[in-house]
């Protein structure tokens, strides 16, 4: 599944980074620590989350993540928006709680049979 | 091959950048995708260190055909107690730190697990010096 699939399904608005929607989703990281998304996340999974700052986009960068999803209707940073730009990794925002998007996102890849 | 950056503490704006720079220098060399995970993880959590506690600090990459060594040097208040430093959890980041997402006590674990070797010497009121060998 690609990131694209996702913001149909979950109605997901995309903020910036356009140019990665066609990168490629297997699974998502659930974290607002960002030493746990350091040390734990894996390569093109979704990471959940509320922080909103730039360093967001360095550790996704960092990581080769997919594409990260803001919870609750939270705003981007301007420098954060600028990064996802630059990194072409997309921030995506949904209005749901985190409870609710994860559960989402993890019935629809399990279905898709995109969990890695 | 040599690398050098330097870092500004409080700057969190460019934390990452040396990881980053590292990363795709790694990748040119054909390194292998596991080995640069490790080194990346590593570098970043030093990084993020000396932004989040020291003044400034200096990172000085030494890359070999079988081994990377990266030395942080930071001036900053040391670590008056590096075993207890090493312990997950253990944190002495300010609140605004904290709310970014740092400081949860992961950083200096999260480097032991990603290196094959790590030596961290430190004077209080001076400063520490992280250094950490990866072996491709």
Redesign the interface.
Same mark, same amino acid.
Do not use: P, R
């Given at each position: 599944m690609k990131v694209s699939d996702l913001i149909e399904q979950l109605n997901l608005e995309v903020i910036s980074g356009e140019k990665g929607l066609d990168r490629e989703v297997t699974g998502a990281y659930v974290s &607002?620590? %960002?030493? &746990?998304v350091?040390?734990n996340a894996r390569?093109s999974q979704m990471w959940i989350?509320l *922080?909103v700052? *730039?360093?967001v986009m360095?550790?996704a960068? %960092?990581?080769d993540l997919a594409a990260v999803i803001l919870v609750k209707g939270l705003r981007p940073h301007e420098?954060t928006i600028r990064h996802s730009n630059d990194e072409q990794i997309p921030i995506l925002s949904t209005t749901d709680s985190t409870f609710e998007i994860s559960g989402k996102l993890f019935e629809l890849l399990k279905k898709e049979g995109c969990l890695a | 091959m040599n690398l050098e950056f330097e870092i500004a503490g409080g700057d969190f704006t460019k934390a990452g950048y040396a990881s980053s720079q590292v990363k795709k220098m790694l990748k040119q060399l054909g390194v292998e995708a596991h080995c640069i995970k490790n080194i990346v993880i590593a570098l970043y959590e030093a990084e993020v260190n000396v932004v989040a506690h020291a003044y400034e600090g200096q990172i000085l990459v030494h890359i070999e055909s079988d081994k990377i060594t990266t030395k942080i040097i930071d001036k900053g208040p040391g670590i008056p107690d590096i075993e207890q430093a090493m312990q997950e959890g253990y944190s002495t980041a300010s609140k605004k730190v904290r709310e970014m997402g740092f400081g949860a006590g992961m950083g200096l674990p999260n480097i032991k697990k990603n290196t094959d070797k790590l030596q961290i010497q430190s004077k209080v009121d001076e400063g520490t010096t992280v250094e950490m060998v990866n072996y491709f």
């Open positions: &607002d620590l %960002l030493s &746990d350091m040390g390569e989350t *922080q700052h *730039q360093n360095a550790i960068s %960092l990581k420098s | -």
